[in-house]
């Protein structure tokens, strides 16, 4: 059977058991049709996520991690897509983009991430931020 015709009929039994609004259906039959499955939640995820949000960079991720980078450029992809990709900081990282961008002649968010080792549109996101906080 092809997936497509497993996954209709996956629909067609949730119909017949649980009625003719899906809204209504349990989460895990949901998540079960639409191919959700468990491996976006183990703990090894949630540190991936954490390290994408604080705007690591995908190599330095899989060598820290023991990853390859395209499994993570399609977990940053799946992020974005589903809008959870809000990145984040701490203060010490704060701290850190601040005196890089102080320090450096002509600064660019490209040569700033290189220099403090983050993605660009982490230091993008954070330089607004930083500049929202200077108003």
């Known amino acids: 059977m092809t997936p497509n015709k497993k996954t209709a009929a996956k629909i067609r039994a949730a119909y017949a058991i649980y009625g003719d609004d899906p809204d209504k259906w349990p989460k895990d039959v949901k998540n079960e049709i639409r191919g959700k499955t468990e491996e976006e939640h183990t703990a090894e995820n949630k540190v991936l996520r ?16 023991s990853m390859t980078p395209q499994y993570l450029q399609q977990l940053r992809k799946k992020m974005k897509k589903k809008q959870e ?48 906080a200077d108003k």
């Open 50 to 65: 954490h390290m994408i949000l604080h705007g690591y960079t995908n190599e330095y991720i899989a060598q820290k991690r």
């Open 85 to 132: 990709l809000d990145y984040q900081a701490t203060s010490d990282e704060l701290t850190q983009l601040k005196y890089n961008i102080d320090h450096m002649n002509k600064p660019n968010n490209q040569g700033v991430a290189r220099a403090i080792g983050r993605d660009k549109d982490w230091v993008r996101c954070m330089r607004d931020k930083l500049r929202e």
